[in-house]
Every structure is written in C-alpha cells, then in structure tokens.
C-alpha cells in the first residue's frame, strides 16, 4: 500500500513538474513575443526621430532649396510658382463677391459680403457640392460645365433687395488647389493632378479660360477676377486680418506653403516689376526632400504603392492623407513578427484602408481602459480582443508617426521664415526694425494655417507648435505668431478678387 501511495505521490509531482514547466514555457514565449513587438516600436522611434539638430539640418535645407527653386526652373524639388499676386487685401474693399473653392472630390461657392473696414467681413454663404465620381475621370468640359451649372444655381439664390446697386457682372476668386504653373493672376495651366482626380485633356488648357467659357455657355456673366493656390487664399485671409502675416501653410488632406517674397530674390525672372516690390511664391512644398528627413522602410513601402511614386516625399510624412497608412503598416508588421494582436485580418492589409482621422481618435482616447482603441482596432483593422498592453503599444506608435509629421512640418515653417531673415538668425536687415531707442528688433511675424489636421487634432497642434518654438528659441519665438485661419482657401479668393477689382475702380 506504502508503495501505492509513493508512486501516486511521484506521479502527482512529475506532473505537478510538467505543468510547471510548460507554464514557464509558455511565459518565457509570450515574453519573446512581447519583445519582438516592443523591438518594432523601439526601431520606429529610432528611425523617426526629429531632435532639435536634425530638425535645424531640415530649415536650412527648406531654405537652401528654396533659393535653388528661386533661381532656375527645375533648380529644386520645390517649384517655387509665381502666382502673380503682389497685392494682398488691406481690408479696405467694399461690395459681394465670389469664390469657386475646387480642391478635391467636393466643390465649394461662396458669396462674401465685405463692408470695407479690415477684418470686418458682414456675412458669407457657402455652398458645398460632391462631384460626381466619373467627372473625376471625364473630360475638362464636362467638369467644368457641371461646376459652372452649380455655381450659377447659387449666384441665382443671391438676394438684391437690399442692394439694388449690385451689378449685374459679378466678380468671382477662382481657387484651385492642384500643382499649376501661372502666367497671370488671372490665367494658369495644370501641372499634375494630385487626390482622386486624372482627367487626361486639361494639359495646355488655361483654368480661367475653361471656367470662363463654361460660364458664358450658362448664361452666367461672372468674370475670373483672380485665379489662386488654396495656400495663396488663406494667405490672403492672414494679411486681411493681420498685416503682418507673411507666410501660409495648409496641413490638411494634403499640404502646400506660400509666402510674400522679393521681387528682386526671383532670379529665374530677372526684371520682374511688381506694383508693391514683391510677390507671393507658390512652393508646392509638398515635394519637397532631404537627405535629412527621417525616412522609414514604411515610408518607402509607402511611397512604392501610393499614385505617385518618387514624387511629394515631404507631403507622404506629414500630411492626412498618409499619416493613418503608416501607422497602419507598422501595425501590421507588429502582427507578422508577434501573434500577440493576432492573424492579420484582410483589412490589416489592405494599403491606404486606415484613415488619419481614426489614427487621431486612438491617439487622443482619453478612457482610462482605452475602449476608442479597443473600437477601432476590433471594427477598422480586425483586430479583436487586443489587451491594454497591446493598446497602450498603438498608442506609442500613433505618438511617434505624429510628433514626427508635426515636427518637420515645424521645420518647414521656419525653414520659409529663414529664407526671409525672420527666423532670428540674423546679417538679414529686413529681419529686424529700428526701435525708438534705435537699437535693431526682430520684425513681428505671422504665420497663417490651415487644415484638419492642424485645426482639428489637438495633439499634432500642439507638437508643431512646441518643435517651432524649440527650433527659433527663447528669444525669437515670441515674434513668431501661428494663426489659425477659418475657410480661407474659399474667403481668401473673394478677398482677393475684391482687391483686384478694387484696382481697376471701385464697384
């Protein structure tokens, strides 16, 4: 019997033994596959990271490409665009006017009542249309007698009891907010369509002309008063509301910056004669690039896979359009290195199918539990079941892809202030002015922008903000304003048709 029970006793332990050991197994794998996801975020932050010396090497190379993109056509990634505005509103115009606002997949009007005193915009109506989806593939006549059609719909809604005096010409801001090349304020031919559109007949067709004729086609009489960048327009609003807005940035979908620059720095047209000694550049920053951004195997997967390869780096790591599928694709790496979030489901793979917007909502999910991200994960990326760990593991990728695109964006923005001797950095007299004592002081400097992802996701706010000041320092960031502008790519076109028309007479 003794010998029963020993046995039984040794049994128990060789499988008390067993189990033990396979419990440790098990831990000791689960915790291997814990680093190799940890090792990805770890490699992630390494290879995008924006320390204040990287991020001083990107402003001096937005400036230098900047004069490369001034004195040659085809001198720099960044086209540097005359837009032939040299005028920017003063707030002095009075009257209603339009503006056709086309910069993606939906079009908007807008009639603007300006009362002639700055910034006293009385009332605006908008209108916001879809465009059809074969449009985007049609023909430029097609397109454009559509919008045309639309716009004439609105202007017929506008309501003259109470200003009988309102010609019957209306004068119209025409934004168009796709790379263009322009010969006047008033006339511009496509570069290339960027977004969802790829309409084949518009080369070596003027925009103006195209918009013009449809218009007359619909008995619409309504004259191109000025034709502008989306960047130029909420430039436009900047200086309506602060004469000291030298610079715009949109960050948005999509991004682009244009600023106020000397006539006399455009070399690649020498003679230029402006009525105010100046004119307002285009950049296309989208495409910009440098050795120095902290470029990722995402980023190039990326870029490989996307419409335009080789083409708008600067664009694919800091703006909306792409923020989401970074992240994306770093979740999905996790998931081939590690089951701990699971198989990776066919929404996981699938390229450009996780948007920014639902990036921000994780990264801002301020539940203690983080059930937003649970959400998105389970219903977005078919990932179901993911625990706090793996939670709190996105998050931390989100941060990183974020703080990223807004401290290059940073950079960019006091790359444009450097080119223009506001950054602080000085030997550039237009950068400082007398004060009463006569001791020189840094010029005051405004910055417009524009765009969700600015305007709408807090934290990408407020990183752009904290890299700018870092970057310009203690003693120069006060000079230094960054001023959200509310619809100016749309407002922007009215004002500046205003001021155009303002030029050949009063209305």
């Known amino acids: 019997m003794g010998k029963v029970v020993f046995g039984v006793a040794v049994g128990i332990a060789v499988v008390s033994c067993a189990v033990a050991a396979a419990a440790v197994g098990r831990r000791a794998r689960s915790r291997r596959k814990w680093r190799r996801v940890v090792c990805v975020l770890k490699e992630l932050e390494e290879s995008c990271g924006t320390p204040l010396s990287r991020l001083r090497q990107v402003v001096d190379a937005m400036a230098v490409e900047m004069h490369a993109g001034l004195a040659s056509e085809g001198g720099s990634k960044l086209k540097m665009l005359l837009t032939f505005v040299d005028k920017l509103p003063s707030g002095s115009e009075k009257g209603i006017y339009y503006a056709l606002d086309l910069g993606g997949t939906n079009f908007r009007v807008l009639r603007v009542h300006l009362g002639g005193r700055r910034s006293n915009i009385l009332r605006y109506e908008i209108e916001q249309k879809p465009i059809p989806q074969h449009l985007l593939t049609s023909t430029s006549e097609d397109l454009f007698d559509f919008i045309a059609s639309s716009l004439k719909q609105f202007v017929n809604s506008e309501d003259q009891s109470n200003d009988p005096s309102s010609p019957s010409r209306r004068e119209l801001g025409f934004t168009f907010s796709f790379p263009m090349r322009q010969s006047s304020l008033t006339s511009g031919f496509l570069l290339r369509w960027t977004k969802a559109f790829s309409i084949r007949d518009m080369n070596e067709k003027d925009l103006s002309e195209l918009l013009q004729r449809a218009m007359t086609k619909v008995g619409l009489d309504m004259r191109v008063a000025a034709l502008v960048n989306d960047t130029v327009g909420t430039l436009a609003v900047g200086h309506y509301n602060d004469e000291d807005t030298v ?105 450009f199918s996780f948007g920014t917007q639902l990036m921000a909502a994780m990264h801002q999910d301020d539940t203690p539990d983080l059930r937003v991200v649970a959400r998105i994960l389970n219903d977005e990326l078919g990932i179901p079941d993911a625990s706090l760990k793996v939670r ?53 400097s405004v910055v417009a922008i524009e765009g969700g992802l600015y305007t709408g996701y807090a934290l990408f706010r407020e990183y752009l903000n904290e890299a700018v000041a870092e970057i310009l320092g203690e003693e120069v960031a006060p000079y230094v304003t960054l001023m959200v502008t509310e619809d100016g790519s749309g407002i922007g076109a009215a004002l500046l048709a205003a001021s155009q028309s303002s030029d050949d007479g009063d209305r």
């Open 247 to 351: 610079a715009a940035v949109i960050i948005g979908t999509g991004t682009n910056a244009c600023y106020l620059e000397g006539a006399d720095a455009i070399i690649k047209c020498q003679g230029l004669l402006t009525a105010t000694g100046s004119m307002v550049v285009n950049m296309e920053w989208g495409n910009f690039w440098s050795s120095h951004l902290p470029r990722t195997q995402y980023d190039i997967e990326l870029d490989s896979e996307s419409r335009n390869p080789n083409e708008q780096g600067f664009e694919k790591m800091i703006s909306g359009m792409y923020l989401g599928d970074i992240v994306r694709r770093v979740i999905l790496r996790m998931s081939q290195e590690s089951d701990v979030l699971g198989p990776a489901s066919m929404r996981l793979s699938t390229t």
């Open 392 to 444: 709190k593991l996105i998050v931390n990728v989100c941060d990183v892809i974020t703080r990223r695109a807004a401290c290059l964006a940073a950079a960019g923005i006091v790359g444009i202030l450097k080119k223009i001797g506001r950054d602080g950095s000085g030997g550039v007299a237009a950068g400082r002015v007398k004060g009463p004592s006569g001791s020189a002081k840094l010029r005051r």
